[in-house]
């Protein structure tokens, strides 16, 4: 590996993720919070609890971080031939396209990322705080995460205002407590934004849409052509086809059977 390789955005941004969150915990530990007092007090579970909690949530962010989010392969293999083939079956309103950047057949909801530099399946977002993009592959992964370490940010929280002793001289309070008191402003800034983000992520995946989709239906071939979401299939369906797969089809056929109704005449 090439020295300056390790100046990347990714491994920069990932360092500092996994830097800030075990400094933070060493904060926590440090000071007189409830976890200090737990463990001085020989109640060792609930400290474990935390730290096992931390640790998965680490793994968690560096997993979807470094993962393939579902690129769209430049040279088709042969079950992506057959698709292509039973694509071809699908009648031939689903405006597909070819991507100006890498030329590839882009599927149906597929985006190009200018970041990654590549097509990605069901493109939800690209994630500067991880350096990935979210699509069709880590998007379940990327939920899951958010919400662990939405635990663990407001349980954070709360054992770092429980280590805040506020009936102190100025002076004496900022040494013993400001670097406690800037890691509670920290976290709940986080806890915030982790809120904020799997709200709308859990919204998103009970109507079946993604973010890109959300912010610019009107900019989207698929999508401006009817007034509805073609890919909802009811809060039940959307849920299980998401986290487990089920039930499996490709979006154009999808597509081509709600276009289908849509345009039946009444009887």
Known sequence: MAPWALLSPGVLVRT??????WGITLVLFLHDTELRQWEEQGELLLPLIFLLLVLGSLLLYLAVSLMDPGYVN?????????????TAMVPPAIPLRRCRYCLVLQP????????????????????????????E???PLFVVYLALQLVVLLWG???AWSGLQFFQPWGLWLRSSGLLFATFLL?????????????SHL?????????????????IAYLRQR????????????????FCGWPSGSWETLWAEEEGEGSSPAV
Not at 203 to 219: C, D, G, K, M, P
Request: charged share 20%; net charge positive; glycine share 4%.
């Open 227 to 242: 007034p509805g979401n073609p890919f909802d299939r009811g809060l039940t369906r959307n849920l299980a086809h998401f």
């Open 157 to 159: 929280l709360y054992l």
């Open 137 to 139: 592959r880590n998007h």
């Open 187 to 199: 976290l709940s800034l986080f806890s915030l934004v982790a809120s904020l983000l799997l709200a």
């Open 16 to 21: 500092g993720h996994t830097v800030l969150t």
């Open 74 to 86: 430049v040279q088709p293999q042969p079950q992506e031939e057959l698709k292509e083939e039973q």
């Open 203 to 219: 919204y998103l995946v009970a109507s079946n849409t993604t973010t890109w989709e959300f912010i610019s239906s009107h900019r």
């Open 108 to 135: 149906l909801r597929a985006r190009h990322c200018r970041e990654c530099r590549r097509c990605v399946r069901r493109y939800d977002h690209h994630c500067p705080w991880m350096e990935n993009c979210v699509g």
